[in-house]
């Protein structure tokens, strides 16, 4: 996090850790992000502190192969135990997510389980994280699985996202429709990257049975008629799933 706001951590006996600024221009930027974020809204240590959690959950979350408490103690410049103790609560955050930590024998993605699942641990993160926010044109994972090739393309898939709805009378608040088309933009990418979702016939046939089924199907025709965006049967099913 340091390296990408623009410094790094200098460790000088009897001083501990001291900033040196590498690039004054994206320091300043997320300096002053930052100082506005918590001074405006009054925030303690103790949110501090669960930004360095979320920290931790987002190296978890991008990386495909297991990372040691060692390696992210020296990511996060902390102790083996502050580490472990965080862990705990990782742990119960990813399993209310139906997600596990994969061993260290295994292959693949660290966080495993269900795609859906671990697109809405992704959002999550990414949401409750005001620091990772503030530099996320930085952030490898925004970067990766939240932004797309063409701006342009983004904008219109947030577009027929906002007037399906509303011609549909659907009515949601501003905030809630930004989420959604972060959702559209993961969608897409981790789609296209071999990442996709799947439904049971039984749970497919329940999700069809709501109204809205009908519309978002619609929604993703026009998305593949105007855009390069997937038509996938169990993407459709998966969207009407995160609006209800």
Known sequence: LCADSGA???????YGYQIQVLDPEIYENVRNDVFIYFFSS???????QDERLLSILHSMLMSED???????????????????????VIRKIIS???LTIKKAQEEGPMIQGR???????????IENSHYLNSIYQLRKMHDRWFRLDSEEERLKLRQIL???LRENRYRLRDDTINK????LCLVKKRYFSGYQVHFTRKEADVIRSFGIYRVISRMFIQMAQE??????????????????
């Open 162 to 164: 906002l007037t399906t």
């Open 66 to 88: 297991y990372l040691t408490v060692d390696t992210l103690a020296q990511q996060q410049y902390v102790t083996r135990t502050s580490i472990i103790t965080k862990m705990k």
């Open 42 to 48: 009054g925030i303690n240590s103790a949110k501090i």
């Open 8 to 14: 790094q951590l200098v460790s000088k006996r009897h």
């Open 115 to 125: 795609e859906y699942d671990i697109r809405l641990l992704m959002l999550d993160t």
């Open 180 to 183: 959604m088309s972060y959702y």
């Open 96 to 98: 209310s997510y139906h």
């Open 227 to 244: 855009t390069t965006y997937p038509t996938d049967e169990n993407e459709v099913l998966a969207m009407c799933l995160y609006i209800m």
